[in-house]
C-alpha cells in the first residue's frame, strides 16, 4: 500500500513554522520590551516589591478573564463579567460576614452564586438564541442590581482573617496567595484546554461552528457549560477580590468586563472571531495592561490619563493584531 | 466569439472556442463540468480576458475588458447564484447601485416604475415592493433576470444553469421569458446540463470538451443520445479499478417513502456494509437533499429511515453522528475543517471519546491520539509529519483525506461523502477511490453523491440515479457505460419522443 | 397586505403593548405619575438618549456596533467648556467639540471600512480612552458652561423645552434619510449582505465610514444639549448612553445582524425605556431594584421577539412551500 508522501503543503513549512512563533512570542516580546524600557526609564519600577504589587493589581481583573477567554474563544462574548464579579463576592461576603457562615460556605456560595449567572447566559444564548452581546448585558443589569440590593446600599467589611490572609500571606517568592492562585487557576485553565474533550470542543466549535455541528459535537452543552464556568471564574475573582480590598462595596467592580475584555484582546483573542487563541496569553494581556498602569502611576500620570493611554495601546493591539496575524475568514 | 483561447498557468482552458449565435435566437452551451464553459462565460462577461481571439456583437469587434464594459456592450448574465439582497424589496434590488435621484434623495417612484416595467416586461406578475427574502427561489431568479435587464440595450443574455432549482411550472414559465427575449431581437445563451431542455427550447447548440468545440448542432439535427455522445466523446478506460468486491453485510442504512419537502418524493433505497452506493444526479435533482437528511441535516423530511440499526429519521447532525453515520461535505473549508487547528485535531475531532482516558474528567491523552491519528493517517496517506501541522497548509487531497481519516477513526457505520473528489489533484483522487474501498472492505457502508461520471462508475457496487426527485434508475457500473449513465441522468430516453418536458407527478 | 404587515410588525406591535401596559400598571401603583410634569421630563432627559439611538440605529443596521457616544458625549461636553473657559466663546467651544466628533467618527469609520477591523473593539477602545481624557482633563469636577445655551435649551413653552420639536425633527430627518436617500438605502444594503453590496458596485467603505461620521454628529448634538441643560460640561456624564441606545435600538426590533430595522422602532424602544425608568425611578425603587427589573424587561422583551420572528420565519417557511405545492398542481389543469 503506496504512501503518499509527497510534500503535503502549500505554503514551505519553514514560513510557517516562523509565522506560528512569531505569533507565539510577538506578545511576549512586547510585553519584554515593555518591561526592559520602563526599568531602564524608571528606577524603582523594576523592584522586585513593586513588580509583585503589579501582579497583585491584576490578580482580580487577570481571574475574571480566563472565564471572558474561554467565552471569546467559543465565539461569544460576556458583558456580565464585571456585574458577576460583584455579585459572587457580595453572596460570599453577605455569608460570611452577615450570616455568619464558615468561609468555605460562603465561598462555595459566591462561586455557585455567579456561576448561576453563567448559567442564565449560557441559556440565553444557546438555547433561546439571544445574542451574546445583548444576553449578556441583561445579565449585567440584573447580576449588579441583585448585588446591590443584597448589599442594601451600604458596604460589608469582610473580617474573617481568611481574607486578608489571601494578600497577607506570602508564599513562593514572597508573592500573596491569591497571586498564585491566579497562576494555579490559568495553570489549570491552560492544561485543561489542551488535555480536555472540553476544551477541544470549544476551539472546533469557535473556529467553525458548522463543522462543528456536523462533525457532531454537542454545542448548545458545550457552549452552557462554557458560560457557567466563565460565571465561576467570575465568583472566585470576587473572592479574590474580597482578599484584596477588604470590602465590598457597589463600586468594586466598575468597568472590569471591559478591562478583562482589554487583557483577552491584547493577548490576541479576537472579539469577532473564535477558536483562535490562548488563555495563557490573557495572563500576558493582563500583565502588560498592569505594567503599563503601574509604570503611569510611578511616573505620576494621573489616573485618568492612564485610562486614555490604555484605550489607546488597545486600539494600537487590535491593529498590531490585524495586520500581523493570519487568520482565517 | 471566434478563436477564443485561455490559458492558465498549467493548463489550457480554452483552445480555439467558436461561439456563433444569431441575434432573435436561443443557443444552448452544454459539456461536463470542466469543459470550459464558465470559462467561455466568464470572458464574455468581462471578468477573465481571453488569451486569444475575438468578440463580435452585431458585427462590430468588440473589446469586453471589465464587468461594465460588459454591461455597456448590452451583455448581461443571470448567474445561478443570485445576487439580490434578501433584506430589500424587489423594486429596491432592480435599481440597487443605480438608483435614480435627485440631490441624494431617491425617486421612489421612478424605481417603482422602473421595477414594475422591468417585471412587465418578462411577463412577470412578481409585487415589486415584497421583500425578497420572503420569495420563492423562482420568483427571485425572476427579479435576478429583470434585475439584469436593466442594462441598456440588452443584446445577448446568458442563462447560467437557471433550472437547477426550479420546478416544472417555473421552467416553463422561464422559457416563456426566453422565448420572449428571443422574439424581441436578444441573442440568448441558455447553459445548461439538462439536455431535455436544451432540446426543447433551443434552436441551436454549440458542445465543449476538454476546452475544445466538439460540435455544433441545430434543433432537428440533435437528440438526446446524440448531445451525450458529443459530450462525453471516446472514453478512455477508467483510471480505478476495484481490486475488491466483497459480499454486501447488513443493512447499515434504508429508507422507505423518504419525502423532503416538496420536490422529493418516495424515495426508497438502502445501503448494505461492505458496498459503495452511488446516488447520481443533475444539479438539483435531489440527491445532495437525500444524502444530508440521512445525516440530520435537512428539515421537512418525512418517512421511515433507519440509520445503522436505529430507526427513524436523525434529528440532527449530532444524532447521525451518533448513531454511526458521518460525512464529508461538498465544501470542506466551509463545512469540514477546522481551519487553525492541526490536522491531527481536525481528525481526532469526532472521536474524542476514544482518545480520552478518565471517564469523568475526560482527559485526552495524547499518547492515545498520537498513536491512534498515526494509524488511521497511515491508512489514509497522510504522512505523519505533516499531522501537527495547520490543515490550511494541506493540498486539497490531503485535506480530503484528513475528513476520511476523520471518520474513520470514528469507525462510523455509514459514510455519506459529497463530491468526494472535489478540488482534488487526480494522483490523489485514485489514493481517495483506494481509501473509500478500504473503508467498505472494513465493514462500512458508502454513500456517495457525485457528478463525476467515471468516478461513479469505477468506484460504486451500485449506482442510483435520482431524476426530479426520485430514484429513477438503478444501474450495474460493472455493466453500463458512460453514455448510458448520462442518459439515465438526463432522463432516459423513453418518452422523448413524447414530449420531453414531462411535468412532475403530483402525489 | 394587511396579514403580511401583522406579521412583519409582530415583535413592535408587541412592544407597543409593552409599553401601553407599563404605562398602565406605573399608573395604577402611582396614580400621579403620568401628569404633564413627569411627560415633560422623560422627554427632556431623554432627547439626547432618543437622538443618539436614532444614530446607533443607522449603525446597527448596517451590522457595527459602537460603543463610543457615552464617552464621546462626555469629552465633547468638556471639550466644549475648557475652550469656552479658555477663551471665552460658546460658539468656539462647540466648533471644537463639533470637529473632535466627527474627526473620531471618521477615524473609527476607516478603521473598520479599509483596515478590517472589528467595530466593536474600534468603539470599545474609543469608550475607554475618551472618558479617560474627560476626566484626565477636568480632575473629575465639571466646568461651569453658563451661557446663553443654557436658555435656549432650558427655555420652556408651555412645559416643554426645545428637546421635543427637535428630537420630533431629527426623527423625520432621519426617517426621510434611511427610508428615502440613497445613503440610507444602502446602510440596508450594507447590513443585509456587505458581499453583495460591494458586487453591485456600492462603495462600501465610504457609506460605512459615513455612518460612523453621522454617530459622530449625533453624539455632539447629545452632548450639546446636555451642556446646555445643566449649564456645565460633567465628566462623568452619560455613563452607559450608548448601552441604553443599543438597548433601545434592539428592543424596537431592529435586528443585531443587521439589514432591517427603521427609526420608529428606535423611537418606540427609546419611549419604553423612558417610561420604564421613570415609572421605576417615581415607585422609590433603589437603584438595585430598578437595575433589576431593567435587565430582566430586557431578556423577557428580547426572548420574546425572538420567538415572535422564529414563529415568523416558520410561516414564511411554509407558505412558500404550499404555493410550490399549489403552482405545480395548477401546471397540469
Known amino acids: 500500500m503506496a504512501l503518499d508522501l509527497t510534500p503535503a503543503t502549500v505554503a514551505p513549512p519553514l514560513r510557517e513554522r516562523a509565522r506560528d512563533a512569531a505569533e507565539a512570542f510577538g506578545t511576549l516580546a512586547v510585553a519584554g520590551l515593555l518591561l526592559l524600557s520602563f526599568g531602564l526609564t524608571s528606577g524603582p519600577f523594576l523592584d522586585g516589591t513593586n513588580l509583585r504589587n503589579i501582579l497583585v493589581q491584576i490578580t482580580v481583573v487577570g481571574v475574571a478573564a480566563i472565564g471572558e477567554t474561554l467565552v471569546l474563544l467559543i465565539g461569544g462574548l460576556d458583558l456580565s463579567v464585571g456585574a458577576n464579579v460583584l455579585f459572587g463576592s457580595v453572596i460570599a461576603g453577605d455569608l460570611v460576614q452577615r450570616q455568619g457562615a464558615p468561609v468555605w460556605v460562603g465561598i462555595l456560595g459566591g462561586v455557585a452564586a455567579s456561576a448561576g449567572i453563567g448559567l442564565l447566559n449560557g441559556i440565553l444564548t444557546a438555547v433561546i438564541g439571544i445574542e451574546p452581546i445583548l444576553a449578556t448585558l441583561g445579565t449585567f443589569l440584573v447580576a449588579g442590581g441583585l448585588a446591590k440590593i443584597v448589599l442594601h446600599s451600604s458596604w460589608i467589611v469582610v473580617e474573617a482573617p481568611f481574607f486578608a490572609d489571601l494578600v497577607r500571606t506570602h508564599v513562593v517568592w514572597d508573592l500573596p496567595l491569591m497571586v498564585i492562585v491566579m497562576f494555579a487557576l490559568y495553570a489549570i485553565a491552560a492544561v485543561a484546554m489542551r488535555v480536555t474533550t472540553f476544551g477541544r470542543s470549544i476551539y472546533a466549535i469557535g473556529g467553525n461552528p458548522r463543522a462543528a455541528r456536523l462533525a457532531g459535537l454537542a454545542a448548545t452543552r458545550i457552549k452552557i457549560l462554557t458560560f457557567t464556568i466563565a460565571g465561576a471564574f467570575a465568583g472566585i475573582a470576587g473572592c479574590l477580590q474580597i482578599g484584596q480590598l477588604g470590602i465590598v462595596s457597589s463600586g468594586n467592580a466598575v468597568g472590569l468586563e471591559f478591562q478583562a475584555i482589554t487583557a483577552a484582546l491584547i493577548g490576541g483573542l479576537s472579539v469577532s472571531a473564535g477558536g483562535v487563541g490562548r488563555v495563557e496569553r490573557t495572563l500576558l494581556g493582563a500583565w502588560i495592561v498592569g505594567m503599563i498602569t503601574n509604570y503611569q502611576t510611578i511616573r505620576g500620570i494621573p489616573p485618568n490619563y492612564q485610562q486614555a493611554l490604555l484605550g489607546g495601546i488597545l486600539l494600537l493591539a487590535i491593529l498590531a493584531d490585524r495586520l500581523f496575524r493570519t487568520r482565517t475568514t | 466569439m471566434r478563436g477564443i483561447t485561455k490559458r492558465f498557468p498549467g493548463t489550457l482552458a480554452l483552445d480555439g472556442v467558436d461561439l456563433e449565435?444569431?441575434?432573435?435566437?436561443?443557443?444552448?452551451?452544454?459539456?461536463?463540468?470542466?469543459?470550459?464553459?464558465?470559462?467561455?462565460?466568464?470572458?464574455?462577461?468581462?471578468?477573465?480576458?481571453?488569451?486569444?481571439?475575438?468578440?463580435?456583437?452585431?458585427?462590430?469587434?468588440?473589446?469586453?475588458?471589465?464587468?461594465?464594459?460588459?454591461?455597456?456592450?448590452?451583455?448581461?448574465?443571470?448567474?445561478?447564484?443570485?445576487?439580490?439582497?434578501?433584506?430589500?424589496?424587489?423594486?429596491?434590488?432592480?435599481?440597487?447601485?443605480?438608483?435614480?435621484?435627485?440631490?441624494?434623495?431617491?425617486?421612489?417612484?421612478?424605481?417603482?416604475?422602473?421595477?414594475?416595467?422591468?417585471?412587465?416586461?418578462?411577463?412577470?406578475?412578481?409585487?415589486?415592493?415584497?421583500?425578497?427574502?420572503?420569495?420563492?427561489?423562482?420568483?427571485?431568479?425572476?427579479?435576478?433576470?429583470?434585475?439584469?435587464?436593466?442594462?441598456?440595450?440588452?443584446?445577448?443574455?446568458?442563462?447560467?444553469?437557471?433550472?437547477?432549482?426550479?420546478?416544472?411550472?417555473?421552467?416553463?414559465?422561464?422559457?416563456?421569458?426566453?422565448?420572449?427575449?428571443?422574439?424581441?431581437?436578444?441573442?440568448?445563451?441558455?447553459?445548461?446540463?439538462?439536455?431535455?431542455?436544451?432540446?426543447?427550447?433551443c434552436d441551436a447548440s454549440t458542445v465543449l470538451r476538454n476546452g475544445q468545440r466538439v460540435a455544433r448542432v441545430e434543433r432537428g439535427e440533435a437528440s438526446l443520445e446524440r448531445l451525450v455522445e458529443l459530450t462525453l466523446g471516446q472514453r478512455s478506460a477508467t483510471a480505478f479499478a476495484r481490486t475488491w468486491r466483497g459480499e454486501p453485510g447488513e443493512t447499515v442504512v434504508s429508507a422507505?417513502?423518504?419525502?423532503?419537502?416538496?420536490?422529493?418524493?418516495?424515495?426508497?433505497?438502502?445501503?448494505?456494509?461492505?458496498?459503495?452506493?452511488?446516488?447520481?444526479?443533475?444539479?438539483?435533482?435531489g440527491q445532495t437533499e437525500i444524502a444530508r437528511a440521512l445525516i440530520g441535516d435537512a428539515r421537512d423530511v418525512n418517512g421511515s429511515v433507519a440509520v445503522a440499526g436505529r430507526s427513524g429519521i436523525p434529528s440532527s447532525p449530532r444524532r447521525a453522528v451518533v448513531a454511526g453515520a458521518g460525512l464529508i461535505p461538498e465544501d470542506r473549508q466551509l463545512e469540514g475543517l477546522f481551519p487553525d487547528m492541526s490536522v491531527r485535531a481536525n481528525i481526532s475531532i469526532a472521536a474524542l471519546g476514544r482518545i480520552a482516558v478518565s471517564p469523568f474528567l475526560r482527559l485526552i491523552s495524547w499518547r492515545r491520539e498520537r498513536r491512534l491519528v498515526r494509524e488511521v493517517g497511515t491508512r489514509t496517506g497522510i504522512a505523519p509529519r505533516v499531522l501537527?501541522?495547520?490543515?490550511?497548509?494541506?493540498?486539497?487531497?490531503?485535506?480530503?483525506?484528513?475528513?476520511?481519516?476523520?471518520?474513520?477513526?470514528?469507525?462510523?457505520?455509514?459514510?455519506?461523502?459529497?463530491?468526494?473528489?472535489?478540488?482534488?489533484?487526480?494522483?490523489?483522487?485514485?489514493?481517495?477511490?483506494?481509501?473509500?474501498?478500504?473503508?467498505?472492505?472494513?465493514?462500512?457502508?458508502?454513500?456517495?453523491?457525485?457528478?463525476?461520471?467515471?468516478?461513479?462508475?469505477?468506484?460504486?457496487?451500485?449506482?442510483?440515479?435520482?431524476?426530479?426527485?426520485?430514484?429513477?434508475?438503478?444501474?450495474?457500473?460493472?455493466?453500463?457505460?458512460?453514455q448510458e449513465l448520462l442518459l439515465a441522468m438526463q432522463g432516459g430516453i423513453e418518452g422523448e419522443r413524447h414530449g420531453l418536458l414531462e411535468p412532475e407527478a403530483v402525489a | 397586505?394587511?396579514?403580511?404587515?401583522?406579521?412583519?410588525?409582530?415583535?413592535?406591535?408587541?412592544?407597543?403593548?409593552?409599553?401601553?401596559?407599563?404605562?398602565?400598571?406605573?399608573?395604577?401603583?402611582?396614580?400621579?405619575?403620568?401628569?404633564?410634569?413627569?411627560?415633560?421630563?422623560?422627554?427632556?432627559?431623554?432627547?439626547?438618549?432618543?437622538?443618539?439611538?436614532?444614530?446607533?440605529?443607522?449603525?446597527?443596521?448596517?451590522?457595527?456596533?459602537?460603543?463610543?457616544?457615552?464617552?464621546?458625549?462626555?469629552?465633547?461636553?468638556?471639550?466644549?467648556?475648557?475652550?469656552?473657559?479658555?477663551?471665552?466663546?460658546?460658539?468656539?467651544?462647540?466648533?471644537?467639540?463639533?470637529?473632535?466628533?466627527?474627526?473620531?467618527?471618521?477615524?473609527?469609520?476607516?478603521?473598520?471600512?479599509?483596515?478590517?477591523?472589528?467595530?466593536?473593539?474600534?468603539?470599545?477602545?474609543?469608550?475607554?480612552?475618551?472618558?479617560?481624557?474627560?476626566?484626565?482633563?477636568?480632575?473629575?469636577?465639571?466646568?461651569?458652561?453658563?451661557?446663553?445655551?443654557?436658555?435656549?435649551?432650558?427655555?420652556?413653552?408651555?412645559?416643554?423645552?426645545?428637546?421635543a420639536p427637535l428630537v420630533v425633527v431629527l426623527f423625520a430627518l432621519a426617517w426621510l434619510v434611511l427610508s428615502q436617500t440613497r445613503f440610507g438605502r444602502y446602510t440596508y444594503a450594507l447590513g443585509g449582505d456587505p458581499v453583495g453590496a460591494r458586487r453591485a458596485g456600492i462603495r462600501v467603505g465610504a457609506y460605512t465610514t459615513g455612518i460612523f461620521v453621522v454617530m459622530g454628529f449625533a453624539t455632539w448634538l447629545a452632548s450639546t444639549i446636555v451642556v446646555g441643560q445643566l449649564a456645565s460640561a460633567q465628566p462623568y456624564a452619560a455613563p452607559s448612553l450608548e448601552l441604553d441606545a443599543i438597548i433601545a435600538v434592539i428592543i424596537g426590533g431592529t435586528r443585531l445582524a443587521g439589514g432591517e430595522g427603521s427609526v420608529a422602532r428606535t423611537l418606540l424602544g427609546v419611549a419604553f425605556i423612558s417610561i420604564l425608568n421613570s415609572g421605576l425611578l417615581n415607585l422609590g425603587l433603589t437603584d438595585a431594584y430598578y437595575q433589576v427589573y431593567k435587565g430582566a424587561a430586557l431578556l423577557g422583551v428580547l426572548s420574546v421577539q425572538l420567538l415572535l420572528r422564529r414563529l415568523a420565519a416558520e410561516e414564511v417557511r411554509r407558505r412558500q412551500e404550499a404555493e410550490q405545492l399549489l403552482a405545480e398542481a395548477h401546471g397540469y389543469a
Open chain 2, 21 to 201: 449565435v444569431a441575434a432573435g435566437a436561443i443557443h444552448g452551451l452544454i459539456g461536463e463540468n470542466g469543459a470550459g464553459k464558465s470559462t467561455l462565460l466568464k470572458i464574455l462577461a468581462g471578468d477573465y480576458r481571453a488569451s486569444e481571439g475575438s468578440i463580435e456583437i452585431a458585427g462590430e469587434p468588440v473589446e469586453i475588458t471589465s464587468p461594465r464594459a460588459a454591461r455597456e456592450h448590452g451583455v448581461g448574465i443571470v448567474y445561478q447564484e443570485l445576487s439580490l439582497l434578501p433584506n430589500l424589496t424587489v423594486a429596491e434590488n432592480i435599481s440597487l447601485g443605480i438608483e435614480p435621484s435627485r440631490g441624494g434623495r431617491i425617486e421612489g417612484q421612478q424605481v417603482r416604475a422602473r421595477a414594475c416595467d422591468a417585471l412587465e416586461g418578462i411577463g412577470v406578475s412578481v409585487g415589486p415592493d415584497r421583500k425578497v427574502s420572503e420569495l420563492s427561489l423562482a420568483e427571485r431568479q425572476l427579479v435576478e433576470i429583470a434585475r439584469v435587464l436593466t442594462i441598456r440595450q440588452p443584446r445577448v443574455i446568458v442563462f447560467d444553469e437557471p433550472t437547477a432549482a426550479l420546478n416544472h411550472h417555473d421552467v416553463v414559465r422561464l422559457f416563456e421569458i426566453m422565448a420572449r427575449l428571443r422574439d424581441s431581437g436578444v441573442a440568448v445563451i441558455f447553459v445548461s446540463h439538462r439536455y431535455r431542455e436544451v432540446l426543447e427550447i
Open chain 2, 256 to 285: 422507505h417513502g423518504l419525502a423532503i419537502g416538496s420536490r422529493i418524493r418516495d424515495v426508497q433505497f438502502h445501503v448494505r456494509r461492505g458496498e459503495i452506493v452511488a446516488l447520481c444526479g443533475l444539479l438539483g435533482m
Open chain 2, 388 to 482: 501537527p501541522r495547520s490543515v490550511r497548509t494541506l493540498s486539497g487531497g490531503n485535506q480530503q483525506k484528513s475528513l476520511l481519516a476523520r471518520w474513520l477513526l470514528r469507525r462510523c457505520d455509514l459514510l455519506v461523502c459529497l463530491e468526494p473528489t472535489r478540488g482534488v489533484d487526480v494522483g490523489a483522487k485514485l489514493e481517495i477511490y483506494r481509501r473509500l474501498e478500504d473503508l467498505a472492505q472494513s465493514g462500512a457502508g458508502v454513500l456517495i453523491v457525485s457528478t463525476d461520471l467515471s468516478e461513479v462508475l469505477g468506484l460504486s457496487d451500485r449506482v442510483l440515479v435520482v431524476y426530479r426527485g426520485r430514484i429513477s434508475a438503478e444501474l450495474d457500473p460493472r455493466t453500463s457505460s458512460e
Open chain 3, 1 to 163: 397586505m394587511r396579514t403580511a404587515l401583522d406579521r412583519r410588525y409582530r415583535d413592535a406591535w408587541f412592544l407597543a403593548a409593552m409599553t401601553v401596559v407599563a404605562v398602565v400598571a406605573f399608573r395604577i401603583v402611582e396614580p400621579s405619575w403620568l401628569n404633564r410634569h413627569t411627560l415633560q421630563a422623560i422627554i427632556t432627559q431623554n432627547g439626547p438618549l432618543a437622538i443618539v439611538a436614532m444614530a446607533m440605529t443607522f449603525s446597527i443596521v448596517s451590522r457595527h456596533i459602537d460603543l463610543s457616544p457615552g464617552a464621546m458625549l462626555a469629552l465633547a461636553g468638556v471639550v466644549t467648556g475648557l475652550v469656552y473657559r479658555d477663551t471665552g466663546s460658546l460658539a468656539l467651544g462647540l466648533l471644537a467639540s463639533l470637529a473632535l466628533c466627527l474627526v473620531s467618527g471618521l477615524a473609527s469609520g476607516l478603521l473598520v471600512s479599509f483596515l478590517g477591523l472589528n467595530a466593536i473593539m474600534v468603539t470599545l477602545a474609543t469608550y475607554i480612552w475618551a472618558r479617560g481624557l474627560a476626566l484626565g482633563f477636568t480632575n473629575g469636577d465639571p466646568i461651569v458652561v453658563d451661557t446663553r445655551l443654557t436658555s435656549i435649551t432650558n427655555h420652556s413653552v408651555g412645559g416643554f423645552t426645545i428637546v
